[in-house]
């Protein structure tokens, strides 16, 4: 496991910050999910969890490559949520288990949809690690630099629980962005 390095701008060093991931939390990607199955050669109904090896290793490099990203849809009020927490002062931190390969598209998506946010943290291109083990490695990475985070935004359970343990002073949201919804999680 390797430690991830991230540049932070020294003038955001001490301020409020809130971090927010991206895929199933600012954007519905659900779309993108069952056509990189399909191509995969999986079946969208039984999802990831029955898949063999080789074609869940082809299902990721389609899902995490720009081919379908054209299909996720935003959700409103999750970036409503983002926008009104820029607008307050705080400082906005998209931390997202994409790789820095689709750096260039995402910006493009995320300008499309009008999120405002100053850093975005990618993953390394050569990291696998699951995001329940790379994202808490981030965060510890950004507390260890005078990052003040208040608040965390994820859909995903296994990271949720991770984040919440590791950092008990952190409010955890969970996100559903299929379904529009945003929850505290406890
Ligand atoms: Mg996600």
Redesign the pocket.
């Known amino acids: 496991m390797n430690k991830i390095q991230v540049k932070i701008p020294c003038r955001y060093v001490g301020k409020a910050a809130i971090v927010y991931?991206?895929?199933?939390?600012l954007l519905d990607v659900s779309e993108r999910l069952v056509r990189s199955i399909i191509e995969a050669g999986g079946d969208p109904i039984h999802g990831l969890s029955k898949m063999s090896l080789d074609i869940r290793r082809r299902f990721w490099s389609i899902f995490l490559s720009n081919k379908y990203i054209h299909l996720d849809k935003p959700d409103s009020k999750a970036i409503e949520d983002v926008n009104r927490k820029y607008d307050s002062g705080y400082i906005i931190i998209l931390l997202t288990?994409r790789p820095e390969y689709m750096r260039k598209d995402t910006i493009k998506q995320l300008e499309t949809y009008g999120v405002k946010y100053h850093i975005l943290i990618m993953r390394p291109n050569n990291n696998r690690d699951p995001d329940y083990i790379y994202k808490p490695m981030v965060i510890e990475e950004l507390i260890q630099k005078g990052i003040n985070i208040i608040e965390y935004h994820?859909?995903?359970i296994k990271t949720i629980e991770k984040i919440s343990k590791l950092f008990p002073t952190i409010k955890v949201y969970r996100h559903n962005a299929s379904k529009s919804n945003i929850s505290k999680f406890f």
């Open positions: 991931d991206i895929d199933n939390t288990g994820e859909d995903d």
